[in-house]
């Protein structure tokens, strides 16, 4: 075509940027879930329910106990790049909250309906604000925050073609959800599915916890994994080859309580149980690495599963020796089996 007739450069409307970046984030209902059950533990909640419709695609209600958002803030909650997690670029390197962005809400609200229905504490009651609204409403709701989505793709069908069934959707809702428990032991937390329980996760520790997420057979067959250089900590139990699987589906790798699919850390883990498994076997493992928010940059992904470390060398010694010792220690020396 002549170059006139060459489509002019235009500002694209704020709705359609929102669905644009909401196909970074909201993949399927497992990950607004994802997004919602974040932003319940960053506002410090104790305790969450989760309730589940049609694998999440007709609804997904998290209600949580944490701080709340004021009546005037509802509304800028649900626009875009609002965010009360990080004010400057300082902010952003020391981050320890899972959110940052101030799109997930807005991301959300551009390709599903949702409302918000939060209480402050010392508020006299609760206010709700539908994405599509004007003005908050007054609700009925003790101390927290109610997020609902409803009706997923319901104005992006082309989107909406690529959600599998109803099963493989809830079951990617709850691994979402076991990935969260498993860093929050001391949070309780309740998921239920078309009107059914099918998660009860009581307040606990970290190895009750895994237990409950992971089962009796890892517990029994772990060995608990600590190391402290300082500047990073690891925590964790890592199976004995015994239990190892034919699926790499009991890899669980935490940085700073984030679950990551780090390729860094997984190969630290695959080398150190490299002499004691088959080619085709995967080890089993929950581990948690603690490190200063300062040398670990979580803002390589929208989803933030990824992160980039300052010193990767450093991280990937530090996990692979910890966990070849506890690995090789023969079973009589290790002071602190699960039981
Ligand atoms: P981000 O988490 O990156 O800040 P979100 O779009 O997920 O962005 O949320 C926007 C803002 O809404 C948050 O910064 C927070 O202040 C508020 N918010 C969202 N969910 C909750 C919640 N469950 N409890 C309290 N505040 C919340
Ligand atoms: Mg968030």
């Given at each position: 075509s002549s170059?006139?007739s060459?489509?002019?450069?235009?500002?694209?409307?704020d709705?359609?940027?929102?669905?644009?970046?909401?196909?970074?984030?909201?993949?399927r209902?497992?990950?607004?879930?994802?997004?919602?059950?974040e932003?319940?533990?960053?506002?410090?909640?104790?305790?969450?329910?989760?309730?589940?419709?049609?694998?999440?695609?007709?609804?997904i209600?998290?209600?949580?106990?944490?701080?709340?958002?004021?009546?005037?803030?509802?509304?800028?909650a649900?626009?875009?790049?609002?965010t009360s997690?990080?004010?400057?670029?300082n902010?952003?390197?020391?981050v320890?909250?899972?959110?940052?962005?101030?799109?997930?809400?807005?991301?959300?609200a551009?390709?599903?309906?949702?409302?918000?229905?939060?209480?402050?504490?010392?508020?006299?009651?609760?206010?709700?604000?539908?994405a599509?609204?004007?003005?908050?409403?007054?609700?009925?709701?003790?101390?927290?925050?109610?997020?609902?989505?409803?009706?997923?793709?319901?104005?992006?069908?082309?989107?909406?073609?690529?959600?599998?069934?109803?099963?493989?959707?809830?079951?990617h809702?709850?691994e979402?959800?076991k990935?969260?428990?498993?860093?929050?032991?001391?949070?309780?937390?309740?998921?239920?599915?078309?009107?059914r329980?099918?998660?009860?996760?009581?307040?606990?520790?970290?190895?009750?916890?895994i237990g409950?997420?992971?089962?009796?057979?890892?517990?029994?067959e772990?060995?608990?994994v600590?190391?402290?250089?300082?500047?990073?900590?690891?925590?964790?139990?890592?199976?004995?080859?015994?239990?190892?699987?034919?699926?790499?589906?009991?890899?669980?790798?935490?940085?700073?309580?984030?679950?990551?699919?780090?390729?860094?850390?997984?190969?630290a883990?695959?080398e150190?149980?490299?002499?004691?498994?088959?080619?085709?076997?995967?080890p089993?493992?929950?581990i948690?690495?603690?490190?200063?928010?300062?040398?670990v940059d979580?803002?390589?992904?929208?989803?933030?599963?990824?992160?980039?470390?300052?010193?990767?060398?450093?991280v990937?010694?530090?996990?692979?020796?910890?966990?070849?010792k506890v690995?090789?220690?023969?079973?009589?020396?290790?002071?602190?089996?699960?039981?």
């Amino acid at each position: 075509s002549s170059p006139s007739s060459f489509p002019a450069i235009r500002r694209l409307p704020d709705p359609l940027i929102s669905q644009i970046a909401a196909g970074e984030v909201v993949e399927r209902p497992a990950s607004v879930l994802k997004e919602l059950l974040e932003n319940a533990l960053d506002a410090g909640s104790a305790s969450l329910q989760i309730q589940l419709e049609e694998g999440g695609v007709k609804l997904i209600r998290v209600t949580d106990d944490g701080a709340g958002i004021a009546k005037d803030e509802l509304a800028l909650a649900l626009t875009r790049h609002a965010t009360s997690k990080i004010a400057s670029l300082n902010d952003l390197e020391h981050v320890s909250t899972f959110g940052f962005r101030g799109e997930a809400l807005a991301s959300i609200a551009s390709v599903a309906r949702l409302t918000l229905i939060s209480c402050r504490a010392g508020a006299p009651h609760a206010w709700r604000l539908a994405a599509d609204a004007d003005l908050p409403e007054p609700a009925a709701l003790a101390q927290g925050t109610l997020v609902e989505m409803r009706d997923l793709y319901y104005n992006t069908p082309a989107r909406r073609k690529f959600l599998k069934s109803e099963a493989t959707e809830l079951a990617h809702c709850l691994e979402a959800i076991k990935r969260v428990a498993m860093a929050y032991p001391e949070v309780a937390i309740m998921a239920s599915h078309n009107g059914r329980t099918s998660l009860r996760l009581p307040k606990s520790d970290m190895q009750a916890r895994i237990g409950a997420i992971l089962g009796d057979a890892f517990t029994a067959e772990s060995r608990l994994v600590t190391a402290d250089a300082g500047v990073l900590k690891l925590t964790g139990y890592c199976a004995l080859p015994a239990h190892s699987r034919a699926r790499s589906d009991a890899q669980y790798c935490y940085v700073n309580g984030r679950f990551v699919r780090d390729k860094l850390l997984m190969h630290a883990l695959r080398e150190a149980y490299r002499d004691m498994l088959h080619g085709s076997r995967y080890p089993a493992y929950c581990i948690f690495l603690d490190i200063d928010p300062a040398a670990v940059d979580v803002n390589v992904h929208p989803a933030k599963s990824e992160v980039r470390f300052r010193d990767a060398r450093a991280v990937h010694q530090f996990v692979f020796h910890a966990v070849q010792k506890v690995l090789s220690s023969p079973l009589h020396a290790l002071s602190n089996p699960v039981s």
